[in-house]
C-alpha cells in the first residue's frame, strides 16, 4: 500500500476503529481483515502508517517494526467504523480484535499480556480489569465465576481511564462485600470509599436492592457491546415510566446518565496530536521507551539491562539481560555492547525513545552505535546526583527538535520509571552472577 492510495478511502477526522483489509489466498476480490485498531482521528492516525517522501520502507521499519511494515506490505484496503467518541472506538476496537483475531494484532502481543473487563457471576456482580493470564485462576476462586468477559484491550492505561469515565455513568462494585454477608459474619456494614464518591451504588451499605444493582449491570453490559443507541432507547423508557409514578428523583438520575451517554466526556483519552507526532509517529499507537543501565565492582561481574516502558507502564516481559563478555571497568565501551547486540535483533519491537544513565558520554555512545547501524531515535540520559537522585534529563529538548510537544510530566515520568527500573534489574543481574562467583 501507498501513501496516494489514503485518498481512495475518504477517512474523516472523527473517532473510530479502522481496518487493514488483504486478500484471501485463491482470491481477487474476498478480503479478510489482517489489522484493527483504534484512532482519535482516523484520517490522521491512518496517514501517520505510510509517511511520505523517500525511502518510505526504511521509514515504516525504523518507526513502526517489521512486523508493521510486513503487514502495510500485505494490506490492500482500509475500511473504518466510525464512533462517537474516544472511548467508544476503545471498546470496539476490543470487541472486533476479539471477534475476527487479526493475524498482526496477534503477532503484537501475547493474549495473556491483554487486559479484559470481567463481570463476575453473583448477586451483586463485581466488574474487574484483569489479565489474560489471570482469568483461569480467577475463575477458580470462590465467587469469582465468571458471567462476562471483554475484550482483549491492547493498553491497560487507556482501559483504566476509559473505566473511570464509565464508572462515573454506571457506578459499579468491585471489592467491597455486600451488606448481607457482612451480616451474617457478624460484621457492621459500611459503605465503601468508592460508595462515599459515587463510584459504587452501595451494596457493602444496603443502599440498592439485587434487582435495581443488577439493572445497573445490564446497562454497562449493553455499552460494552456497542449497543449504545438501545441503550439510551431503554433509559429513556425507564426514565418516563418513573416520571409517570412520580419518582422524580430517580427519573432525575436517569435523565443524567442519558446526557452523560450522548456527551461523553473522554478528553483523557484524547492523545496530544503534538505527542502523537514524535518521530512521525509511536511503534504500535503507544510510545514505546527503552532504558538501559550497566552495572558492575570494579569491572567485574559486567551486566547489562534493557527494559520497556510502553504508554507509561512497565512491559516486563520484554525485559533483556546482557552479560558482557569482556569484564572491563568501561560503561561506554559496556553500553555500546549491549546496544550493538539489542539493535541486531531485528524481529524486536523498535523504540521511541532511548534512556540511558550517565551524561553526555552516554549518549555520544548511543549516538555512536546508531549511526553505524544508520537507525535514528530520540536519546536522553538522565543525570544523578550524589545520592544517586534524579537532577536532570539530558536531550529531551532534541526529541521533537524544539521540545515543546513532548516536555510534559508524563513523558518525563515514564522516562524516570524507565530509568530506576533499569538500574533496579541490572543490579538484581549482577548480583545472581556475584552469587554465583561465591559458590564453591
Known sequence: MKTSDLTKFNLPDAP?????LAHRRGGKHAKKIIYIGKATSLKDRVKSYLP????VSQRILLTRGPKIEKMLEEATGITFIKTDSVLEALLLEASMIKKYQPVYNSKEKDDKSYNYVVVTKEDYPRVLIERGRNLVSLSGKKGYKLKDLFGPFPHGSELRVAMKIIRKIFPYRDTCTPCEISMKNNKFCKPCFNAQIGFCPGPCAGSISKKDYQKIIKHLTLFFEGKK???IRTLKRNMNELAKKEQFEEAERIKRQIFALEHIQDIALLKNKQED???????HGGLRIEAYDIAHISGTNVVGAMVVVEDGELAKSQYRKFKIRLDRNNDTANLKEVLSRRFAHTEWILPDIIVVDGGVGQINAAKE????IGFHVGIVSVVKDQRHKAREILGLRDLDGGGHALKNMSLEKSILLANSEAHRFAIKYHKVLRGKDFKI
Open 229 to 231: 443507541t438501545a441503550l
Open 16 to 20: 473510530g476503529v479502522y481496518f487493514f
Open 277 to 283: 507526532s514524535v518521530r512521525g509517529f509511536a511503534s
Open 369 to 372: 552505535v546508531f549511526k553505524n
Open 52 to 55: 511520505a517522501g523517500r525511502q
